[in-house]
Nanobody
Framework: QVQLVESGGGSVQAGGSLRLSCAVS????????MGWFRQAPGKEREGVAN???????TYADSVKGRFTISKDNVQNTLYLQMNSLKPEDTAMYYC???????????????????WGQGTQVTVAS
């Protein structure tokens, strides 16, 4: 089975930075889409960013210019670098993957088949 294991969540002050990591294993194809999603209690799940097998990225408007998604194909690890964090970024963050290309899945969570365990990010003033 495909396995996603996250790390890097925690608490940070507004304006600070945090980097989330997601170790990926068990894939039979390398041209899959990988992405980050977040959900706060009582709110809808939001697609944050995704990255194609060729490195092409897409971001939600709410994080453009502040967050950067990247991957290390040698280490099989997905990253989310979060800068200039705001209290509204507080949420449970999940990494996800699908065997299809990002052009098909976009930032729609229900189209991603594989999910990590989630890691809490709390931004305080």
């Amino acid at each position: 089975q495909v396995q996603l294991v996250e790390s890097g969540g925690g608490s940070v002050q507004a304006g600070g930075s945090l980097r989330l990591s997601c170790a990926v294993s068990g894939y039979t194809y390398r041209s899959y889409c990988m992405g980050w999603f977040r959900q706060a209690p009582g709110k809808e799940r939001e697609g944050v960013a995704n990255i194609e097998g060729d490195g092409t990225t897409t971001y939600a408007d709410s994080v453009k210019g502040r967050f950067t998604i990247s991957k290390d194909n040698v280490q099989n690890t997905l990253y989310l670098q979060m800068n200039s964090l705001k209290p509204e970024d507080t949420a449970m963050y999940y990494c996800a993957a699908d065997l299809r290309a990002c052009v098909l899945t976009g930032l729609t969570g229900r189209l991603f088949h594989y999910w990590g365990q989630g890691t809490q990010v709390t931004v305080a003033s």
